[in-house]
T-cell receptor, first 115, second 113 residues
């Protein structure tokens, strides 16, 4: 079974530039998550999709971050404009559903450095 | 509100000795609890999960964890550490009725030869 795919793996940009990350979840997984992991911290949920609808985006900085999952499969996360504090690893995860016992499977992440 | 506390940010053990990584949780309702491992430049991998069945949970690579409701703990153990166990370990809580995973801050395990 193929895992969660993410690209690019690394990205370096200057502040005020824009950047986009892509995620392809495990086939058949209805739920997709984007997390931000700042160095030395645990991952923090940014947004959660159930199929192509948003379930939770309460911690997404909506003035600069946006995400979409138009066809209910792959997803993109965008930052515009980027700030220094956005330097982090952005993790995508997917699961079959939102069941409380459902396991989330994580991709390798995209490491963003904002200079 | 639910939360999780990993009591040690760094743990060092010698190869072949036991591993103990400590985790305490706070939850109003019956939680689901998970341990994930993250090797450098790799994604998070599920080690084991507790979902209100047996309180002693066995996972991959010889790890296990015991859910203790009275102590609100879910400590991760392994009888004998291997060099390949060196990684970052995250304890995660998910409360019944919510969708969110709440991650701890992580424990970095170092295994000495």
């Amino acid at each position: 079974e193929a895992g969660v795919a993410q690209s690019p793996r690394y990205k370096i940009i200057e502040k005020r530039q824009s950047v986009a990350f892509w995620c392809n979840p495990i086939s058949g997984h209805a739920t997709l998550y984007w997390y931000q992991q700042i160095l030395g911290q645990g991952p923090k949920l940014l947004i959660q999709f159930q199929n192509n609808g948003v379930v939770d985006d309460s911690q997404l900085p909506k003035d600069r971050f946006s995400a979409e999952r138009l066809k209910g499969v792959d997803s993109t996360l965008k930052i515009q404009p980027a700030k220094l504090e956005d330097s982090a690893v952005y993790l995508c995860a997917s699961s079959w559903s939102t069941s409380e016992t459902d396991t989330q499977y994580f991709g390798p992440g995209t490491r963003l450095t904002v200079l | 509100a639910q939360s999780v506390t990993q009591l040690d940010s760094h743990v060092s053990v010698s190869e072949g000795t036991p591993v103990l990584l400590r985790c305490n949780y706070s939850s109003s309702y019956s939680p689901s609890l998970f341990w994930y491992v993250q090797h450098p430049n790799k994604g998070l991998q599920l080690l084991l999960k507790y979902t209100s069945a047996a309180t002693l949970v066995k996972g991959i690579n010889g790890f296990e964890a015991e859910f203790k409701k009275s102590e609100t703990s879910f400590h991760l153990t392994k009888p004998s550490a291997h060099m390949s166990d060196a990684a970052e370990y995250f304890c995660v809580v998910r409360t019944s009725g919510t969708y969110k995973y709440i991650f701890g801050t992580g424990t970095r395990l170092k295994v000495l030869a």
